[in-house]
């Protein structure tokens, strides 16, 4: 490719012949795959940890997001390499399945491609170095079961739940919170959770935030929180023991579906039809009343004659809101949405304790709390920051915490934090290469080097000397027979996890292993790189 200028000075490219492009093939292909997978790799391996750095990430149309959540990062960057969209991918896949430790599990990935090209630059094909790989995972698969301890838990020992969520959260950059928010996390996941098939629905726990307070404001709300007010200022700003009717039509006089004109020429026509509306109007407002709503809450608008009436008739009413929010306060308040007025009857009303309108300092920011509802499992974490980015970065972190006491109840089984189950895997993979005579006993021993890298990127971002301390802990661990020695990042001067109270979930761990394998996998069965213009 050149640059030419023409005759006004303006440049244009030139463009080599077709049939002058190469293409990439085997070897050159593989090494160019596995060094766009380092790369995303690289990016992230800094905002591992406690002490990791955050990302500033800017948006074409300039909005600026702040995290060091591994999805959001990926998710938000423009990549255009085919290879690190996999890398993208694979953090996706981390997210949906578990929710938390999509930084590691790229940062894994990213080892196993390095030491998968030492591999191939020493002559060891790709299809050995993927099943090495293969077997490798196995074997530590296997092994973090082993290591793994049982956390019982219940209603009334929240503890095992509460610590598990504040390693999540350490390395957040709510982590000055990060007990307070734990605390409301686990208690969000079991309002919601059904003990019983180990199950929990996420979608019942709304995450609001609202810029404004301090973080330690954040609180629980055992109901739904929804950013409207009352319709009309005089309404009545609390209703307890409310009836709720809720709406998908509108306070209007109903509109023909075709293209119609009305021709009014005598005051006789438009007191007519006035009446008419108002009689539309009055017939809506009685049918809430007869069925005994106390409180209304619209998805459309209304005018001011319909507000006006409502307020006259001491209807209270919150008008604009969304079928998000109504389906989570149809479920919160055991009551039915409702289309047509006609269809409108005292069983399809909502049940809450006390609804009330809230207002936050001097300014004019009005929320409605829908509280004591007939089903409490609808619940909303409320947070609070002083911008937006904050207030966004916190969602995201108690995304992870919930996930991770989701994953807890499904689940019970934890291994201990800190890099000291890679290091703890690392040693066993290590030691099973020996019972493998074949080619692929030189990836398994990769693989194992490739597990050190986690425990030596949190080392790193911790300001400590990364191979010392690695070393440190890995004879440490040999010596006693102890898979719970791990890296110290926070320097509170003892290397045991287990004393630290620093635990991750065994499915997440498990996970992390399995889909960073698979991936690596699939990039080094790569030997062509073909394109639309190569035909």
């Known amino acids: ?174 982590n000055r919170c990060k007990c307070s928010l734990a605390e409301i996390a686990v208690k969000a996941v079991l309002a919601v959770a059904d003990l019983e098939r180990k199950d929990v629905n996420l979608d019942l726990i709304k995450v609001e935030g609202k810029v404004g307070g301090k973080l330690e404001d954040t609180e629980l709300i055992y109901g739904i929180l929804v950013d409207k007010d009352m319709s009309h200022p005089q309404m009545p700003k609390q209703i307890e023991n409310a009836k709720i009717a809720i709406l998908t039509c509108p306070f209007e006089p109903p509109k023909p579906k075709t293209k119609h004109k009305v021709d009014i020429d005598t005051v006789e026509k438009f007191q007519t039809l006035r009446k008419q509306e108002q009689k539309y109007f009055d017939d809506m407002v009685q049918k809430c009343k007869d069925v005994g709503a106390t409180l209304v809450i619209c998805q459309w608008g209304f005018d001011d004659e319909a507000n006006h009436l409502l307020m006259h008739r001491n209807l209270p009413a919150v008008r604009w809101v969304g079928g998000v929010e109504l389906e989570l306060i149809a479920i919160a308040t055991g009551g039915r949405i409702v289309p047509r007025f006609q269809e409108l009857t005292p069983e399809k009303l909502g049940k809450a304790g006390l609804v009330r309108e809230k207002s936050f300092g001097t300014t004019k920011d009005r929320m409605l709390y829908i509280e004591h509802c007939a089903n409490s499992r609808a619940v909303t974490i409320f947070t609070r920051g002083g911008n937006k980015m904050v207030i966004e970065e916190t969602k995201r972190s108690l995304h992870d915490a919930l996930c991770v006491a989701r994953n807890l109840i499904r689940n019970n089984s934890i291994v201990y934090g800190g890099g000291s189950a890679e290091i703890a895997c690392s040693i066993a993979v290590e030691a099973a290469a020996d019972r493998y005579p074949g080619v692929e006993q030189y990836a398994i021993r990769a693989f194992a080097d490739a597990l050190d890298s986690v425990p030596m990127a949190l080392a790193e971002n911790s300001g400590l000397q990364p191979i010392e301390t690695l070393s440190a802990v890995k004879s440490q661990q040999i010596k006693e027979n ?8 926070n320097d509170i001067g003892t290397n045991d996890m287990r004393e630290q109270n620093v635990f991750e979930t065994l499915i997440g761990k498990q996970q992390q292993i399995l889909l960073a394998t698979q991936v690596v996998k699939m990039i080094l069965k790569i030997d062509d790189v073909i394109s639309p213009s190569d035909f």
């Open 1 to 174: 490719m050149a640059l030419a200028f023409d005759e006004f000075g303006r440049p244009f490219i030139i463009l080599k012949e077709q049939e002058q492009k190469t293409r990439l093939r085997g070897l050159d292909a593989q090494k160019s795959n596995i060094s766009a997978g380092k790369v995303v790799a690289r990016i992230l391996r800094t905002s591992l940890g406690p002490k990791g750095m955050d990302k500033m990430l800017q948006s074409p149309d300039g909005d600026v997001t702040i995290t060091n959540d591994g999805a959001t990062i990926l998710e938000q960057m423009d990549v255009d390499n085919q290879i690190a969209k996999l890398m993208v991918e694979l953090s996706r896949s981390q997210d949906y399945e578990i929710g938390d430790g999509t930084t590691g599990v790229v940062v894994m990935a990213g080892a196993l491609l390095e030491q998968a090209e030492r591999l191939l630059e020493r002559g060891v094909h790709p299809i050995r170095v993927a099943e090495g790989y293969e077997l490798a995972s196995r074997i530590a698969f296997e092994h973090l079961e082993h290591i793994s301890h049982k956390f019982e838990f219940g209603a009334t020992n929240l503890e095992p739940l509460v610590q598990t969520c504040m390693t999540t959260l350490s390395s957040k950059i709510v």
């Open 482 to 489: 102890n898979p719970h020695f791990g890296i110290d990042c």
